[in-house]
């Protein structure tokens, strides 16, 4: 027991790491998950706002001889970062209970705090009530389980992303907010301020949301040295300390650029590059974008709340108060760390905004360790009976979660991506914008594992940012080889968009529209080239993007090929297979319809020039491969024929 209670903390990581083995992604996964992989592999730039420590914390662990693939393997390591996260925040509550009364009692303070530390005789209080070490530690231990089985912290761990590893950060951060507060009081030092100044330019160096703990902290801080000379002083070493830790592992962001990696976003080699890069300026757009936005975020948030931590959600609300009367100053620390996170996050507005409320989610794990403590110590309350409670809720929470976070068994993204890639002829070229589906896992597969490499696959929408022309050129040069005059026009007139200034919007889109038909032209002769059905479905239906005279599409297994004139065109056998799970989400059932959709347009296809055979072929995959997607009823007839 006693064992128990002296690493609690190290075994509740330990607990965690094991379950979530059970749903960790064997694979890549939908959204930055391929790209963030292939990042950490190759050493390149990440998306915005580049991801420093990620990357190269990611490269270490990459060349560790394991017996995985590189994305398994990278995947496991965002499961050690969330699991480390969970064992921290558990140590950190029961620190915190540990020295409840620097947070509450102000008598206590005072005398821990004076210059002679000798006993006075103090006025009568009223008695304190006392919590024993066990209900202290199984107090965190909950705490800690809560947040770690919470739907959204649970997810960071089952695939590559940033957030796994801004969780580790972001927890240590507290830990050693809540560390030099309480050492504080026993003898005025700036060294365990100067390791959280050092930890939290860590934190900006992964995740910029890192910021949203600064309210908070700013209070602890000067709620215990208030506004002075003294107080300022201090702060200034912590900057000082603050922003050459920053400085040098962002020096890595210009540093790679320079040698033109396989990825490199934003091609951060100057000021004005790295600025834009790690401000996320082409994000901003939809950050502060309406109160209308605002609003469907906040909506989003309250009514998400209940299914990440559904019944313990009961003890985070008893802990509020709880806190409120027993601790104040934590209570005022974790409250305005969770409006900060619910104010800041609200206004940002994307479909994926979840991840952006993990802060707030980390406060009320806290408040739901002190709901924990309170109901352990209601006079004539049995532990016994409170600890089940805390187990049942508990497990609910764990229940309900686990098929909603459980990937251990996606293999689609892999399987669409491969069969997809796999489905062109030999140097062709895939013109698509489908990021989330294929596109971003297309990077780790081809630059990872080497998978038809001859394939050149351009990202339609990415094509508006400066920086990709460069990556493409180290692509490979001959894709823009005969638009050169084209991009040059085009960079020039985009410069002053980049920068905020004064543009041009319709000889920008002009250009732009220019070049997509050009990639064509001027490539067609050489290599087969491809368009994915988002294209055809919403930018040529609306006649933003045109085939040039004389060309057509036709429907292929995956894609629509271009070629000339009308002649039928042949296309393989549909013998692909995609591993589709039980539990889909949106990002697998739109593959589905993507998939389904160029298989029945090419059923059709076949139809218009009388081979009914061929047609029964795509329809009869359709139907053994795709149950969920309705075949057209114009085509459902061939079946029965």
């Excluded at 703990?213 to 215990?224: C, D, E, K, M, V």
């Excluded at 109901?375 to 004539?380: E, R």
């Excluded at 920086?467 to 823009?480: A, H, R, V």
């Excluded at 002649?567 to 319809?593: C, G, L, M, W």
Aim: proline residues 4%.
């Amino acid at each position: 027991m006693k064992i128990l209670e002296k690493y609690f903390y190290v075994i509740t990581a330990i607990l965690v790491f094991v379950i979530y083995l059970f749903t960790i992604a064997p694979s890549v996964v939908q959204i930055d998950s391929g790209e963030l992989a292939a990042v950490q592999a190759t050493l390149g730039i990440a998306h915005p706002t580049g991801y420093p420590l990620f990357t190269i914390i990611g490269y270490i662990f990459s060349l560790i001889p394991l017996p995985f693939t590189k994305i398994f393997q990278l995947n496991l390591l965002a499961a050690t970062y969330c699991s480390a996260a969970a064992g921290i925040f558990t140590y950190t509550i029961k620190l915190c209970l540990d020295n409840l009364s620097i947070f509450v009692n102000k008598q206590q303070v005072k005398a821990l705090t004076s210059k002679n530390k000798k006993k006075k005789k103090q006025k009568k209080e009223k008695p304190q009530t006392i919590i024993s070490e066990r209900v202290k530690f199984i107090s965190a231990v909950f705490g800690g389980l809560v947040l770690a089985f919470s739907k959204t912290f649970w997810f960071q761990s089952t695939s590559v992303e940033v957030y796994s590893l801004h969780l580790l950060i972001i927890t240590v951060t507290i830990l050693m907010l809540m560390k030099a507060y309480i050492l504080s009081f026993n003898k005025d030092e700036i060294k365990p301020w100067l390791i959280f100044a050092i930890v939290l330019a860590l934190g900006f160096t992964n995740h910029m949301t890192t910021l949203l703990i600064l309210p908070g902290a700013s209070y602890i801080y000067f709620s215990r040295f208030k506004l002075s000379q003294a107080s300022a002083k201090r702060v200034l070493i912590m900057i000082l300390i603050f922003f050459p830790v920053l400085l040098i592992i962002y020096s890595y962001l210009p540093i790679r650029a320079s040698q033109n990696p396989l990825i490199n976003w934003g091609n951060p080699i100057d000021m004005e590059g790295i600025l834009r890069h790690i401000s996320g300026k082409q994000y901003q757009v939809w950050l502060f974008s309406s109160m209308e936005a605002a609003k469907k975020q906040f909506v989003y948030f309250i009514e998400a709340l209940p299914l990440e931590f559904y019944l313990t959600i009961a003890a985070s609300v008893i802990g509020l108060f709880y806190s409120y009367l027993k601790a104040k100053k934590l209570f005022l620390f974790l409250i305005i760390t969770f409006l900060s996170t619910v104010l800041y996050s609200i206004n940002y507005d994307i479909h994926d905004i979840d991840a952006y409320f993990l802060l707030a989610f980390v406060m009320i794990a806290f408040f739901s360790a002190f709901g924990a403590v309170k109901l352990f110590t209601i006079k004539g309350a049995s532990q016994k009976v409170v600890m089940g409670i805390l187990g049942i809720v508990l497990a609910i929470q764990f229940y309900f979660n686990f098929d909603k976070v459980n990937q251990n068994n996606v293999y689609t993204f892999e399987d669409y991506t491969k069969a997809l890639v796999g489905s062109v002829s030999e140097d062709a070229i895939i013109f698509s914008y489908q990021w989330d589906f294929f596109v971003s896992e297309s990077y780790y597969y081809q630059f990872v594992e080497n998978y038809r490499t001859d394939v050149k696959i351009i990202d339609k929408e990415l094509l508006r940012r400066s920086w990709y022309y460069n990556q493409l050129n180290q692509y490979d040069p001959s894709l823009l080889k005969g638009i050169k005059n084209e991009i040059d026009q085009f960079l020039i007139a985009l410069q002053p968009f980049e920068r905020g200034e004064n543009f041009d919007a319709n000889k920008l889109e002009n250009l732009y529209r220019t070049i997509m038909s050009k990639l064509i032209t001027t490539n067609i002769t050489s290599r087969d080239f491809y368009i994915a059905p988002e294209l055809v479905e919403q930018e040529m239906k609306r006649g933003e993007f045109a085939l040039p005279p004389g060309y057509n599409l036709v429907p292929d297994l995956f894609l629509y090929k271009v070629v000339k004139g009308n002649e039928y065109v042949p296309a393989a056998d549909p013998d692909f297979t995609i591993r589709f799970p039980e539990k889909q989400n949106h990002y697998i059932d739109s593959i589905e319809r993507f998939v389904g959709t160029i298989l029945s347009n090419r059923a059709a296809y076949e139809m218009r020039f009388g081979k009914s055979n061929r047609a029964k072929v795509y329809i009869q995959k359709i139907i053994s491969d795709l149950p969920n997607f309705r075949i057209p009823p114009q085509l459902q007839q061939i079946v029965n024929n």
